[in-house]
Antibody, heavy 121, light 108 residues
Framework: QVHLVQSGAEVKKPGASVKISCKASGYTFTSYAMHWVRQAPGQRLEWMGWINAGNGNTKYSQKFQGRVTITRDTSASTVYMELSGLRSEDTAVYYC??????????????WGQGTPVTVSS | EIVLTQSPGTLSLSPGERATLSCRASQSVTSTYLAWYQQKPGQAPRFLIYGASSRATGIPDRFSGSGSGTDFTLTISRLEPEDFAVYYCQQYGSSPGTFGQGTKVEIK
């Protein structure tokens, strides 16, 4: 059974960085890309980027390019998402989610429980 | 980027009724690359449909998807109590993948 367990809620000041982890189990970690999607209050879901858990290649949404970094630790079956230069508009729940197919399809079958991030001075 | 507009914003129905949710794209969605998700309060989205009409593993057959081009529909044939939630469509044919704003299905 696939499980994605994310790190806990964060409160950050504007300009700071946040790093969220997502520990995967129940499947071959290196076979599926991991995506990050966020949901700001009252807003629609927003795709941020993905990492090829096998070779570490990444692709980011242009909106977050330069501010987001996704990495992985294959020995721990864990993916990390770091967002820098935080502003109040980054207040959201951040989700990790597995790509549904090994060849990369950009739709998501398993999701983490979400990590709330609050940016406030 | 492709903008997805879902309608109605809220659908008030009773258990046992049929729900029809619409998702309209600002431009044609490549190869019916459209997915649907269900989200309940405080929970992560749940994957329902991909390729516009294929059900994900374990999804009951009362959920069905249809459509192509710019117009897509999610139909729930007979609402069960656990189906009352928010539903999102997502296109993944053009980068970046984008989501609709959601349709809330609430108990009448």
């Amino acid at each position: 059974q696939v499980h994605l367990v994310q790190s806990g809620a964060e409160v950050k000041k504007p300009g700071a960085s946040v790093k969220i982890s997502c520990k995967a189990s129940g499947y071959t970690f290196t076979s599926y890309a991991m995506h990050w999607v966020r949901q700001a209050p009252g807003q629609r879901l927003e795709w941020m980027g993905w990492i090829n858990a096998g070779n570490g290649n990444t692709k980011y949404s242009q909106k977050f390019q330069g501010r987001v970094t996704i990495t992985r630790d294959t020995s721990a079956s864990t993916v990390y998402m770091e967002l820098s230069g935080l502003r109040s508009e980054d207040t959201a729940v951040y989700y990790c989610a597995t790509d549904a197919v090994t060849t990369l399809a950009y739709y998501f079958d398993y999701w983490g429980q979400g990590t709330p991030v609050t940016v406030s001075s | 980027e492709i903008v997805l507009t879902q309608s109605p914003g809220t659908l008030s129905l009773s258990p046992g009724e049929r729900a029809t949710l619409s998702c309209r794209a600002s431009q044609s969605v490549t190869s019916t690359y459209l997915a649907w998700y269900q989200q309940k309060p405080g929970q992560a989205p749940r994957f329902l449909i991909y390729g516009a009409s294929s059900r994900a593993t374990g999804i009951p057959d009362r959920f069905s998807g249809s459509g192509s081009g710019t117009d897509f529909t999610l139909t729930i044939s007979r609402l069960e109590p656990e189906d009352f939630a928010v539903y999102y469509c997502q296109q993944y044919g053009s980068s970046p993948g984008t989501f609709g704003q959601g349709t809330k299905v609430e108990i009448k």
